[in-house]
């Protein structure tokens, strides 16, 4: 089992990313997806996740309007698109995988298998 997360980097406030985690060695189709995030010194945080159709997702309030989780179940990938990045977002944002195809909670445990993380740094 492999989720590979790619696409994080330094941008400006205001910018936008998009985080892309491919996967790998398990049935992608009938898992759910979601996206953490850990700063330097904090707890981890969840982010969004999305069902493994996509028909359901779920957006943290902190970047709610700002930040939206998406896949690609042909391309066993997920995104995170981020828009209107502020600095409190500079992270390394893990994505993660649930065997509970319709789970879109925030509680880590519920999660099975995790990527390596990837480093977004947002300043001027």
């Known amino acids: 089992v492999q989720l590979q997360a790619s696409g994080g980097g330094l941008v400006q406030p205001g910018g936008s990313l998009r985080l892309s985690c491919a996967a790998s060695?398990?049935?992608?189709?009938?898992?759910?997806m979601s996206w953490f995030r850990q700063a330097p010194g904090k707890e981890r945080e969840f982010v969004a996740a999305i069902s493994r159709s996509g028909g359901s997702t779920n957006t943290a309030d902190s970047v709610k309007g700002r930040f939206t989780v998406s896949r690609d179940n042909n391309k066993n990938t997920v995104y995170l698109q981020m828009n209107s990045l502020k600095p409190e977002d500079t992270a390394v944002y893990y994505c993660a995988a649930t065997s509970g195809g319709f789970y879109i909670g925030n509680v880590p445990a519920m999660y099975t298998y995790w990527g390596q993380g990837t480093l977004v740094t947002v300043s001027s």
């Open positions: 060695g398990f049935t992608f189709s009938v898992y759910a």
